[in-house]
């Protein structure tokens, strides 16, 4: 079982993170207002995957933020952020904040979205949230760039999606 940290305790993880050079699995998640957002319906699209435990942390608000400014500057890009947190939540959040570049999509209806992507915290304290990772899937469905956050409390490398996006 692959192990991250939060605050320096071990979290087990379920499922298995994608590898560059795969197929992104396919995934149904819920949008902001309770439609479905599949892979599928975006092909032709790059898509950043944003995966986090919830935004009602400071690191996880801190990447919506940073992703929402670096995506107007992304072409043939969605940035999706992508939590267990109710779109209802997600979507006060990007309203008060003012961030209207981000796509917020919830796994809370999912039953594999977190195991597919390898993101299912199954012990510690966040137990049933997801990991903190980012993974970038090109118009053709194929992962690009993966990253999973060893210490769930770190930021992702910003630098490295924007790097493969250009």
Known sequence: MKTIKFKGLNCGLRGEFPNV??????FKLVGKDLTDIALSDLKGKRIVLNIFPSLDTDVCAMTVRRFNQEAAKIDNAIVMCVSN????AATRFCVAE???NVVTASAFRSQTFATD????????????????AVVVIDETGRVIYAQLV???????????VLEILK
């Not at 947190?85 to 209802?88: N, Q, W």
């Not at 992507?117 to 903190?132: F, M, N, S, T």
């Not at 060893?150 to 490295?160: K, R």
């Open 21 to 26: 050079g795969n197929q992104a699995p396919e």
């Open 85 to 88: 947190d109710l779109p209802f």
């Open 98 to 100: 003012g961030l209207n």
């Open 117 to 132: 992507y390898g993101v299912d915290i199954v012990d510690g304290p966040l137990a049933g949230l997801l990991a903190r």
């Open 150 to 160: 060893d210490e769930i409390t770190s930021e992702p490398d910003y630098e490295a």
